[in-house]
């Protein structure tokens, strides 16, 4: 949930996607309201949140009440619910299609070596040229497959911090996953050297509370202090919320 309502005192709390779109849905809210985006600090209207959405099927929205009530924001308790289909039993669990708050992927100067060999072999294969174009193939042709290798490198791993978890996905054909629950993490450590920390790049090594090895790393990170900044505001609004 990240969602903020402008002057909307039935709403006070955040708000997900799938929270609005329900609202609208149900005529509680207007398309033209205006709403705060908590991660990225922006206005957005609630029209422009939602576009695009489908209505969820099987799932309970966060704000739930039975179809046939009337919509009276005023009233305490108000509630509302997507309607179930006739013989479907409604899903109670947790949304796990809800965006993450913070999604990344390593940054490109963690892969500085391979643009370094790339661009060698691209200045190889520019010499060759006036030798014949069959002596500047190959090694223009390697460059290419650097660049490309460092391109799937980087898209296939994936950096999260949800509302509950932090975690990291890495696979290409095959996706293996690492992840640790917000409540049980004790100990975030960022390490930023060099040029790429001059740049704010670096390193977040997070631990849980079952050990002192690293249990999920963000290397080569942008803005790693700002990402161990979120994690610890989530820790505080989940120990806030119990």
């Known amino acids: 949930m990240r969602y903020l309502l402008h002057d909307h005192p039935a709403f006070p709390g ?4 799938e929270d609005l779109f329900v609202l609208v849905e149900r005529g509680t809210l207007a398309r033209g309201e205006v709403c705060t985006d908590t991660l990225t600090r922006s206005d957005h209207t609630v029209g422009d949140v939602i576009r695009g959405m489908v ?23 108000f509630e509302v619910q997507l309607p179930v289909e006739l013989g479907e039993e409604p899903d109670l669990r947790e949304d796990d299609d809800e965006a993450p ?12 070596g391979g643009f370094t060999s790339a661009a060698l072999l691209a200045g190889l294969g520019v010499f060759l040229l006036p030798f014949g174009g069959e002596y500047s193939l190959i090694p223009l042709l390697a460059s290419l ?7 799937l490198a980087r898209y296939s791993t994936d950096y999260l911090v949800g509302e509950d978890r932090v975690e990291k996905v890495w ?3 095959g996706r293996s996953s690492r992840e640790v629950r917000i409540c049980d993490i004790r100990n975030i450590d960022v390490h930023m050297r060099g040029l790429k920390g001059l ?9 849980s509370a079952g050990g002192n090895e690293v249990e999920v790393s963000f290397r080569d990170v942008r803005g790693a202090h700002e990402v161990k900044q979120l994690v610890r505001q989530l820790q505080r609004d989940a120990e806030a919320e119990r």
């Not at 955040?14 to 996607?17: G, R, Y």
């Not at 009337?70 to 308790?77: K, T, Y």
């Not at 497959?145 to 391109?151: R, T």
């Not at 740049?199 to 631990?207: A, P």
């Open 14 to 17: 955040l708000l997900s996607k």
């Open 199 to 207: 740049l704010g790049v670096g390193t977040v090594d997070i631990s």
């Open 101 to 112: 708050f913070f999604e990344a992927h390593p940054s490109w100067l963690a892969y500085a």
């Open 55 to 77: 209505p969820p099927r099987g799932r309970a929205a966060r704000i739930s009440r039975p179809a046939y009530q009337e919509i009276r924001a005023d009233l305490p308790g």
């Open 171 to 173: 696979g290409l054909l």
């Open 145 to 151: 497959a650097c660049l490309l290798g460092i391109a």
